[in-house]
């Protein structure tokens, strides 16, 4: 799902290498110093691996930032010594939301995880989540740095989402979050054509756009095209209550809705380019493709990718709705079981990655943006204004505000980027969506076994190729080809016999 | 003490280990998962599923569909192929071969990868295509697995055969049909047996060449990525099955005249 490139890789095989030849042997130093074992399981890519060129340095007025060791063997090193206790953290990766759940469900033990927060949900339904501590949000703990850095608005989503009665923040925080929107080439798209999730089934763009390959981000995309005229009517957006309609249309799961989902679908099957996970970034950036249906974070990544190469690409938010996602660490039961130890080290895990210079790391390292605002520490902000505000020299700039994020006060000015004007299409817009790009967002939920059957059954009809399309020639040469094979044999039967 | 000696049956364990660890154990949970519900409870649900399926059904066709228009392109290109290295009297015959033998060593999703840029060159646009091109993509994939058991039958034909049918008045065309081509059949069955079944599973190469269509393998995928473990056991256990049978039939073929190169 998030990758950045082959030269990442080779460096994360290496580096899991040496991680698993640098097992520490049990109390050979002779030490009386305890043990915990920490097992973490986090998206592939998603985490700072260190080993940074001297020339990425970050440079920030307040002081240069640069991964040196990876953030495992620094957070290693900071638990031992700030709490006198040695940690030692088996860290592995998982491909998709899926694959992780069918690893917990095989048996597969760990500690924190990270997945997505329609997978948290299912799995706090399940009741297999340990609830985060009382000491995690004790906000005068100066190592609590994720209570303390995490953004106002953030914090209000996992505060008044519930499910089956329970708070998201009980068992969850945060780590990346984003939204969903299409890049586009300028040269071929109109930004008014990019800004609708029409543009997957427009004739305009036979066979030029790439839609995601699974089915939770294309039901969203199928919705917010269905419904288009509804979402966009002035009294559906003037309504007092727009944000909880537009919750309810966009996680709507009636079987007359699936239908038209799977109508949609099937003709932006014959429409697009291709269904894809990972290849669509590539393919913008050659320029396969004019437009890609993507994730604010990889939208970023492959904004910068084609940077290099001077082609220009830009981001559009559709006007109907975005899918505003988020992934968190949660501690499972299964892991932490009643271990005080290991659960103290799950949280100072998650603190230490929320610290705001582990924070900048993991950010230039991965691409994605952050849940973490800084709070008292304003070094997340200068970063964001390090990437993307405007050279002195610059002509056209534009003032891009995103006080929405980093404090709760209202029409608050006090965090704006004075960016080149170009840049509010592209990848600022994408790293911190706009504030009217937020308005328009909407969580999709975690769906019951019932709703989620029926939507599966929906995509892979999508997917497969149904037996009543069959062309007659097709059944006349089926039938030709088995005669033929069938007198085949009987001859050479014959002959034997 | 004497010295150590090993039966033969002693040898055989390590392998018969692997097997029952590797094959008969999964396949054993195959089986099981094929014909419980999510409940665990016994049931044929699955089996009657699949087959009343519309979907199910289709991607069965169109999955055989591909199989058997790779399988035909793959012998197409393969058998006259075959037939002029083998009876060429080339000195660099082995090198020939070689080159055939060769893409077999790069790594597929790289040789793929390539392809595909080939073919954006040529098509303009992949997208338009894509039957046509899991076609292509599966024969580049599998014509070297057609090409040398065709070749390893005809090389090692015997010469006298076709030298006694030339002297009872046959032209050379009536020598290949009557000779050469029905002494072949084994080499053609067992280049059938590699490129067919492999080609109905394969879905890496329709995800590369963007065919949004499933077919037999990604099929399995799409059903246990939506927790299905029941259903896509069934599919697996039915796709067993369909192989099996295959096997069966061109094993018949090829015990005929086993004195072939026949590769399985």
């Known amino acids: ?497 | 003490m004497g010295k150590i000696s090993f039966s033969r049956k002693s040898l055989g364990i390590p392998y018969t280990l692997f097997l029952v660890l590797f094959v008969v154990a999964p396949l054993l949970v195959l089986i099981y998962y094929a014909f419980t519900n999510g409940q665990g409870q016994f049931t044929f649900a699955n089996l009657v599923g699949f087959f009343t399926n519309p979907n199910t059904l289709g991607t069965l066709f169109y999955s055989v569909a591909v199989a058997a228009t790779t399988t035909a392109v793959c012998l197409l290109l393969a058998y006259p192929t075959a037939y002029i290295l083998a009876k060429s009297k080339l000195k660099a015959k082995s090198v020939i071969v070689m080159t055939f033998i060769m893409p077999m060593w790069i790594n597929f999703s790289l040789r793929i990868t390539a392809l595909k840029e080939i073919l954006t060159l040529i098509e303009g646009n992949l997208a338009y295509y894509p039957f046509l091109n899991a076609v292509i993509g599966m024969t580049y994939d599998f014509l070297p697995f057609m090409i040398l058991p065709i070749y390893n039958t005809i090389v090692k034909l015997d010469e006298s055969l076709l030298e006694a049918a030339r002297d009872l008045g046959a032209n050379e065309t009536e020598a290949f049909l009557k000779v050469t081509l029905p002494l072949s059949v084994p080499g053609i069955v067992s280049g059938i047996a590699m490129v067919f079944l492999p080609a109905m599973t394969n879905y890496v190469v329709l995800d590369m060449l963007y065919n949004s269509t499933y077919i037999m393998g990604s099929l399995i995928g799409g059903y246990f990525a939506a927790y299905n473990w029941n259903g896509g056991s069934m599919i697996a256990l039915i796709l067993l099955a369909i192989i099996c049978l295959f096997t069966l039939l061109t094993r018949g073929a090829e015990e005929e005249n086993s004195r072939g190169g026949a590769l399985l």
């Open chain 1, 1 to 497: 799902m998030r990758k950045k490139g082959i030269y990442r890789a080779a460096v994360m095989a290496l580096s899991s290498i040496l991680l698993c030849t640098g097992l520490p042997s049990f109390a050979a130093s002779g030490e009386e110093t305890p043990e915990v074992t920490l097992r973490v399981c986090n998206w592939e890519e998603y985490i700072d691996l260190g080993d940074w060129d001297e020339e990425e340095t970050i440079d920030l007025e307040s002081g240069d930032i640069i991964g040196e060791n990876s953030m495992v063997e620094d957070f290693e090193a900071w638990y031992e010594e700030t709490y006198g206790i040695k940690v030692h953290v088996e860290y592995s990766t998982f491909g998709t939301n899926e694959d992780l759940y069918n690893m917990l469900t095989l048996g597969d033990v760990y500690d924190l995880v990270c997945p997505s927060e329609y997978m948290i949900m299912k799995l706090m339904a399940e009741d297999k989540l340990e609830p985060l501590s009382e000491d995690f949000f004790d906000e005068t703990d100066e190592n609590n740095y994720y209570i303390n850095g995490v953004s106002p608005y953030i914090r209000s989503i996992f505060e008044e989402n519930e499910i089956e009665g329970e708070a998201w923040a009980k068992y969850a925080a945060g780590y990346m979050w984003g939204i969903t929107g299409i890049v586009y080439n300028p040269e071929l798209v109109t930004k008014e054509d990019a800004s609708s999730w029409n543009i997957l089934n427009d004739p305009a763009y036979y066979r030029q756009v790439t839609i995601k390959d699974n089915v939770r981000d294309s039901y969203f995309a199928a919705l917010g095209a269905l419904k288009s005229d509804l979402l966009t009517s002035e009294e559906f957006l003037q309504d007092p209550d727009y944000s909880k309609n537009l919750e309810a249309e966009m996680n709507d799961t009636s079987p007359e809705t699936i239908a038209l989902v799977q109508e949609y679908l099937q003709d932006v099957k014959k429409n697009a380019y291709s269904f894809e996970t990972d290849s669509g970034k590539a393919d913008m950036v050659t320029g396969k493709v004019a437009a890609n249906y993507q994730w604010s974070g990889d939208a970023v990544y492959t904004m910068d990718q084609a940077d290099e190469d001077d082609f220009t690409l830009a981001f559009a938010v559709p006007e109907e709705s975005t899918n505003i996602y988020f992934d968190g660490w949660v501690m499972l039961k299964s892991g932490i079981g009643e271990d005080a130890a290991k659960q103290h080290a799950a949280e100072a895990f998650i603190n230490f990655n929320s610290r705001p210079d582990n924070v900048i790391r993991n950010m230039y390292y991965i691409g994605y943006t952050s849940v973490i605002s800084g709070g008292e520490d304003e070094r997340i902000f200068e970063y964001a204004d390090w990437c993307y505000g405007a050279e002195e020299d610059e002509e056209e700039v534009e003032d891009y505000n995103i006080s929405y994020f980093f404090t709760d006060e209202e029409d608050s000015e006090d965090y704006v980027i004075t960016a080149p004007a170009e840049q509010v299409d592209r990848q600022l817009s994408a790293q911190y969506p706009s504030r009217e790009a937020i308005e328009r967002s909407s969580i999709m939920v975690y769906f019951n076994n019932e709703q989620n059957e029926a939507i599966n059954q929906m995509w892979i009809s999508v997917r497969c190729y149904n037996i009543n399309d069959v062309p007659v020639w097709a059944w006349i040469l089926t039938v030709c080809a088995i005669a033929l094979v069938a007198v085949f044999g009987v001859r050479n039967a014959k002959r034997r016999g």
